[in-house]
């Protein structure tokens, strides 16, 4: 599903990117920039929102009756592979996935419905708050929690939010790759957050890797439509033998390399970063 318009600038600062070796930059156009202050008022709000709880459940049952719509909608073109990785996690996880879409978090609600039947909260950057329209009205009143920059933040507001939704045995998608990058197949380094959190809450990470298959109809004029095959791969967990900021780096890199392992397997190839518009799925070659 194409969301946003033409993509022709935001492919180019991939490539740009790419070719900086810089893979964990923004590449979308107009994403807000907020101020430290204005960080904070968005924050706020955010929570002031949540705290009023007969208005928030009112005002947030039509964002879950359009993510049930896009879910339906998109059901068709997802299939879901490796659940058995799953058999002995049942009392909350982090997961994490690579982050191609502003809706592929569909995907992974996917799984937790089909799998677990529990609660799936997402982690969004802070500034993601404040998007104009309805998109920003749907990160204000979904199960999100923001992330922010701030020590003070992480540490007082943002690990025991955390913890509390984990000790619900509810379920959190974390995007290590940090910033989407639109229809981008292969996998990226992963930032060391997620890892981090999952060690502070004493929970295994559910690694997955979403695989992009294009289709024979247009999606619009720019793009084929795209089938998606979630690979849930094997779960990280702390090696026992190594210190916090060791286990830190293993999960990380374990992850990486798991996600890359898939990706060359699916796709018959060997993980590089010399960039070709066949990274991009679904990009009709005609406007290349």
Known sequence: MIIGGNKDKVIENIKKNIKNKEFNNKVELNDPVLSDEKRDKVIKKFYKIRNNRFLFYLRRRPAFIYTSYI???LDKYIEIEGLD???DIKNGAII?????????NMIIRKLIKKYYKKNLYIVIQETNLDMPGFLGYLMNHLNIIPLSKSVNYII???KPELKKVLDKKNYVLIYPEEEM????????????GAYQFALD?????????????????DDNEQFKQ????????????????KSYRENIVYMANKDYEQKKECYEKVYN??????????DIAGLKKKKR
Do not use: A
């Open 96 to 104: 994490t996935s690579n982050h191609f879409n502003p809706i592929d």
């Open 85 to 87: 990785n799953l058999k």
């Open 181 to 192: 990058w639109f229809n981008y197949k292969k996998p990226r380094p992963c930032k060391k």
């Open 226 to 241: 795209i089938k998606y095959i979630l690979h849930v791969l094997k779960p990280i967990y702390k090696d026992e033998k």
């Open 156 to 158: 007082n507001t943002f």
């Open 201 to 217: 809450s004493n929970v295994p990470v559910i690694s997955c890797f979403v695989e992009m298959v294009n289709l024979e109809d």
């Open 71 to 73: 879910g339906l909608k």
């Open 269 to 278: 190839k060997k993980l590089d970063y010399n960039f070709s518009y066949d």
